[in-house]
């Protein structure tokens, strides 16, 4: 039931329709609900509009945040001024306003996706404490669902670094009986498998900790990808973690690290992009699998529920079963656009100039808690492919013009100003490699 229903999450943001109240900015454009005996009780559905009063106070707001550099809360005192130009939110609760803004209300806004034109779900883990997933845990609608208050590079510049998340499990004192024990997973949500793009997951076996990714038949035999994906594929996280410590010490923090992404830079340029590579077809093939999913949604939920009650369930399981066959088409071609907007990205090259603000690193990666080391990994937006083919994880990070203001509250103490980016990839080879069980 619970997977039913994350499915039917997902399904509702790529459709576009809006979950829960409208953010500030916007106003809920409503429709009858698709299912008859829904719409017969009243119900609707509603997509988001542009509040005409409100949608262009949340792109001064960004523009504040972006062009002038201004604080939460010089963003606030300013808005302040007139209240009558810059509305401020409306309370869910009555009673609760405060009247003016605050510089809590000023961040809201700055975190919210939805403002980019894209439904995202997910940002939130509601049932432990309401805190802040990991960005790679989001879920975006696969293409602009409304009308955008602020483009994507906006709301990467102004976007706030996320505290550190711990991404790990509270533990328990004793645990409870026939549950397995907690695990620290230092790299959990930041891996995948550069063969079918899922999201790889942490396993212990004999005293390590390894990443591994099995995807299941009945899921996933349809997929292209299938037939040359082993049963599982296995990569310690040791090895992982060196050579992240590493690019991070050397290209990120390091003394040489200008020199080395100017080097980078130049080796990209002079070497010609790969041919083959065509985003726009593969962007109109994703676009056709989405609607050929819409398409079977509406023959559903107009479907005749009065039949034969064994062909109605026929009919409903067949749906299903072209729906999640349409769905991992979709998701196969969605990982190659990734891989091909990797693989341009790198011949695009980037601001060196963004290095220089970011602090020095005062001791090893290796050293600094687990805590902070997922903070960093946030705030740099890190994700890694593995490549088992090669042995071959590709580390990319992202640089954005807010970043060094806020890398010393979560480093501490480990941190130095630095002396007077972009995104870039680096390849590495990790030490120890194995497409085996941890026991072969």
């Given amino acids: 039931m619970l997977e039913l229903s994350w499915d039917g999450f997902i399904v509702h943001i790529q459709q576009g329709w809006n979950i829960g109240k409208p953010p500030y900015g916007y106003l809920a454009e409503r429709f009858p609900h698709p299912v008859p005996t829904r719409r017969a009780q009243g119900d609707t559905k509603h997509r988001l509009v542009p509040d005409p009063v409100c949608g262009p106070v949340v792109t001064e707001i960004f523009n504040l945040r972006v062009i002038d550099s201004l604080s939460y809360r010089g963003i606030a005192d300013h808005l302040n001024q007139d209240v009558d130009r810059y509305p401020p939110p409306r309370p869910s609760r009555a009673g609760t306003t405060a009247g003016h803004w605050t510089a809590s209300a000023v961040r809201s806004i700055l975190e919210n996706p939805k403002y980019t034109g894209y439904q995202v779900w997910n940002r939130r883990a509601r049932k432990t404490g309401n805190k802040v997933n990991p960005i790679s845990e989001w879920i975006w609608s696969p293409h602009p669902t409304h009308e955008a208050l602020v483009t994507l590079t906006q709301f990467d510049a102004a976007w706030p670094i996320i505290r550190p998340h711990s991404g790990i499990r509270k533990r328990e004192e004793v645990p409870r009986k026939g549950r397995s024990v907690s695990r620290e997973y230092t790299l959990r949500s930041y891996i995948r498998c550069a063969l079918c793009g899922k999201r790889m997951y942490g396993k212990f076996s004999k005293s390590r900790t390894y990443y591994s990714c099995q995807p299941k038949k009945d899921h996933h035999a349809d997929a292209d990808w299938y037939a040359t994906h082993p049963h599982a594929i296995w990569i310690s996280e040791r090895a992982l973690l060196e050579a992240i410590h590493a690019f991070f010490e050397e290209r990120i923090f390091g003394p040489n690290r200008a020199q080395l992404l100017a080097t980078q830079l130049s080796e990209a340029e002079a070497t010609p992009a790969p041919p083959g590579i065509d985003i726009g077809a593969l962007r109109e093939k994703e676009a056709r699998l989405a609607q050929a999913k819409q398409r079977l949604m509406d023959q559903l939920t107009e479907g005749d529920d009065e039949g034969d009650p064994e062909f109605t369930a026929e009919f409903r399981r067949g749906i299903r079963r072209q729906f999640d066959q349409l769905e991992r088409q979709r998701r196969a071609v969605r990982s190659k656009i ?66 060094a203001d806020g890398l010393p509250e979560i480093m501490g103490s480990g941190t130095a100003r630095s002396e007077p980016g972009g995104t870039q990839p680096f390849v590495a080879c990790p030490r120890q490699d194995s497409n085996l069980r941890p026991s072969a």
């Fill in 338 to 403: 990734d891989g091909a907007e990797v693989v341009v990205g790198a011949h695009q090259g980037g601001d060196t100039a963004l290095l220089d603000a970011i602090p020095r690193l005062r001791s090893r990666m290796r050293d600094l808690p687990v805590a902070i080391q997922r903070g960093i990994y946030d705030a740099f937006r890190l994700h890694v492919r593995y490549d088992h083919r090669g042995r071959r994880a590709e580390i990319h990070v992202t640089i954005a013009a807010t970043l």
